[in-house]
């Protein structure tokens, strides 16, 4: 026991005299890595501020928008002037073309409701369509409040024979001699134009641009300026200028030139035996005057001529000759399509199909106003005439009544 004892004693003895090993110093730790201070660049004095570059706005074309706005309807119907009898589809073109039945002045309701589904462009007026400045005035507006886009108000007011409103009493107007007797021609046209606008037409059929060559013509005649072409293309000049000065629209008729036939297409074809050439040589110089003068249409007739086998206007030959030969690039109308040289060979649709096709822009008084225009609708319909090509047309339309401020934008 006391053996066991001087062991326990021995070991706690040695146990005491072991001593501790040193503690790390501080400086001996592991420590984590400081981190730089960041070296501030130098400051840099800062140069011009580029501007953004500017995205130049694109302005909006108000026909085109216009022109996107339309029906089929309301684009077809820009193609047409009719007379207000015209929307009375039940009446024959003999009747239509009758003159001494009477014609209407005020607009019957069932009539109005045809131009819902067949509007139009334009309407022409002529003498039994007018009866004094009061009904006048109310019966333009009736015909115009039926019609998303404002019409065309035209008629035949040449002064001297030809004159629908100067020849009523009822209207103070100016009254004139036949054209070839007229010396001042800018006063002619700036009396009519300032009398025409007064009673609301913003369209004259007008000035006749035929040479009156052929002394047995039973239809230009007096109404020509003169026998000599030069001097035809100077007053149509200076009666257009006239027209324009009261912003009245002009039109020259009769192209290719009527003044040389034995005939009147009102009655029966009428044929001038001419070639180019001599065209270009006596009846072209006043319509290259006109077209110069800024004429704003020009009406074809219905002659026929060697440079092709259809009237005028429906030949494609001649579009192109007035087109590029003469440079014309306003509008382009037919004479009346209810004229006899039409209607003895071609149908209201076929007459409105071949005008089109031609290259016309507008259609004067088809001999069926729903025919024609149905014509044109099933045409499109079908894709036998471009959509896009009736577009092209019925824009040129609207941007010329723009500019006349028919309708505004």
Do not use: W
Not at 58 to 85: T, V, Y
Not at 345 to 360: I, K, P
């Amino acid at each position: 026991m006391k053996k066991l004892l001087f062991i326990v004693l021995l070991v706690l003895l040695i146990g005491c005299t072991i001593k501790e090993g040193p503690k790390p110093d501080e400086t001996d730790q592991v420590l984590e890595p400081v981190k730089p201070e960041p070296v501030k660049p130098e400051p840099v004095e800062p140069g011009p501020v580029k501007p953004e570059p500017e995205i130049p706005e694109i302005e909006s074309d108000p026909i085109e928008d216009l022109l996107l706005s339309m029906s089929l309807n309301e684009k077809i119907g820009q193609l047409f002037i009719i007379r207000p009898e015209g929307l009375n589809f039940d009446l024959s073109v003999k009747e239509l073309e009758n003159h001494n039945r009477t014609g209407i002045s005020t607009l019957p309701q069932e009539l109005s409701i045809n131009l819902e589904h067949y509007p139009v462009g334009g309407y022409i007026l002529f003498q039994k369509n007018i009866v004094d400045p009061i009904q006048l005035r109310k019966f333009q507006d009736d015909l115009a409040a039926h019609l998303s886009i404002q019409p065309f108000f035209a008629i035949d007011e040449e002064g001297g024979r030809v004159s629908r409103l100067a020849s009523n009493a009822q209207f103070e107007t100016v009254s004139f001699a036949d054209m070839l007797y007229i010396d001042d021609a800018y006063t002619v046209g700036e009396s009519i134009g300032q009398y025409l606008k007064d009673y609301g037409f913003n369209l004259n059929f007008a000035p006749v641009a035929d040479v009156n060559s052929n002394p047995l013509n039973p239809v230009i005649g007096s109404r020509s300026f003169s026998d000599d072409p030069f001097i035809v293309a100077e007053k149509v000049k200076q009666i257009i200028n006239g027209f324009h000065s009261q912003n009245m629209i002009t039109t020259l008729k009769h192209f290719p030139g009527h003044g040389d036939t034995s005939e009147d297409t009102h009655f029966t074809s009428a044929r001038s035996d001419k070639s180019l050439d001599q065209l270009k040589e006596l009846e072209f110089i006043p319509f290259e005057t006109g077209i110069k003068a800024g004429s704003d249409f020009v009406m074809l007739a219905h002659i026929l001529t060697p440079l092709d086998d259809v009237p005028s206007s429906l030949s494609d030959i001649i579009v192109n000759i007035l087109r590029t030969d003469l440079g014309f690039d306003g509008l382009i109308i037919t004479d009346s399509l209810s004229m006899n040289a039409i209607t003895e060979y071609y149908s209201a649709s076929e007459s409105a199909l071949a005008a089109f096709e031609t290259g016309v822009d507008i259609l004067l008084m088809p001999s069926n106003y729903q025919e024609a225009f149905d014509a044109i609708k099933e045409a499109i319909t079908n894709k036998t005439i471009d959509e896009e090509e009736l577009n092209k047309r019925v824009y040129k339309i609207l941007e010329l009544k723009s500019k006349y401020g028919i309708i505004s934008h």
